[in-house]
């Protein structure tokens, strides 16, 4: 997948707002939380990370086809 830029600006208060191919994009909704860091090394690169508010799901499929697994031991009770 190609980066998707486009620009914000800096408003008052420090209030920034996302461009909408970026919000579409990366299907933010109302109400997202973010954490933004700064780089240290590159005081021009600054990044805007997600907080995840569920972890449900996250790790699914990471183990193969638990499924499969977990039928077959559920069939051996019988």
């Not at 830029?5 to 209030?15: H, M």
């Not at 939380?33 to 780089?39: A, D, G, H, K, S």
């Amino acid at each position: 997948m190609r980066s998707i830029t486009a620009p914000a600006r800096l408003r008052q208060r420090n209030q920034l707002t996302l461009p909408d191919a970026i919000v579409t994009a990366a299907n933010i909704e109302e109400g997202t939380t973010f954490i933004v860091e700064l780089e240290p090394s590159d005081p021009d690169l600054v990044r805007l990370r997600r907080v995840r508010t569920s972890y449900a799901g996250a790790l699914r499929g990471l183990y193969g086809p638990v499924d499969e697994y977990v039928e077959g031991e559920r069939a051996g009770w019988e």
